[in-house]
T-cell receptor, first 113, second 114 residues
Framework: GQQLNQSPQSMFIQEGEDVSMNCTSS?????WLWYKQDPGEGPVLLIA?????ELTSNGRLTAQFGITRKDSFLNISASIPSDVGIYFC?????????????FGTGTRLTIIP | DAMVIQNPRYQVTQFGKPVTLSCSQT?????MYWYQQKSSQAPKLLFH???????NEADTPDNFQSRRPNTSFCFLDIRSPGLGDAAMYLC?????????????FGQGTRLTVV
């Protein structure tokens, strides 16, 4: 089955630093999604990417859909305390009647005081 | 306003006692999913519905069942919960958008088995 490798597993940064994380896949996806999950809550959608090469921003967040359709990255600029959480990438290869997401392993972001 | 609502947020059940978790949506989405998430792990898909068509993941235990009586509601039934079934259960919905699918999650139900 499809596998998504997400790196790094964890990051320890200082407030104000920029953050970069990425996902790679063993197979092609039609959609890349980036989610943030706070403790005890469901994942919240941050950015959705639909086309190879697409670069999309949402405030301080920027994500790109790789040209090969097998990878994506997420950047966070000028991190703030509320950025703390776990970030998941997810990929979707919609097959009519069998649409589903595969999740990456997650990147835990911690901000050091 | 919440668009995918899960009830309850926290559920404690006894070992072997059937339990049902519920999910409702106001988005009128075609697809509803149930995921299991254990501590510090990625969500793992259990099954999903495309309208009324049920799709079970190959490695989902028989102990887990689902019902979708209408577009808005979906239920997860655990027939005989074991200690290993303690986890966060996440419901999500999506409407297929041609070449891509965005999924929106509820807040989850934290299941504890005692």
């Amino acid at each position: 089955g499809q596998q998504l490798n997400q790196s790094p597993q964890s990051m320890f940064i200082q407030e104000g630093e920029d953050v970069s994380m990425n996902c790679t896949s063993s197979s092609i996806f039609n959609t890349w999604l980036w989610y943030k999950q706070d403790p005890g809550e469901g994942p919240v959608l941050l950015i959705a990417l639909y086309k190879a090469g697409e670069l999309t921003s949402n405030g301080r967040l920027t994500a790109q859909f790789g040209i090969t359709r097998k990878d994506s990255f997420l950047n966070i600029s000028a991190s703030i305390p509320s950025d703390v959480g776990i970030y998941f990438c997810a990929g979707d290869t919609p097959t009519f009647g069998n649409e589903k997401l595969t999740f990456g392993t997650g990147t835990r972001l911690t901000i050091i005081p | 306003d919440a668009m995918v609502i899960q009830n309850p947020r926290y559920q404690v059940t006894q070992f072997g006692k059937p339990v049902t978790l519920s999910c409702s949506q106001t988005l009128n989405h075609n697809v509803m999913y149930w995921y299991q998430q254990k501590s510090s792990q990625a969500p793992k898909l259990l099954f999903h519905y495309y309208d009324k068509d049920f799709n079970n993941e190959a490695d989902t235990p028989d102990n887990f069942q689902s019902r979708r009586p209408n577009t808005s509601f979906c239920f997860l039934d655990i027939r005989s919960p074991g200690l290993g079934d303690a986890a966060m259960y996440l419901c999500a919905t999506s409407r297929v958008r041609g070449m891509g699918t965005e999924a929106f999650f509820g807040q989850g139900t934290r299941l504890t088995v005692v």
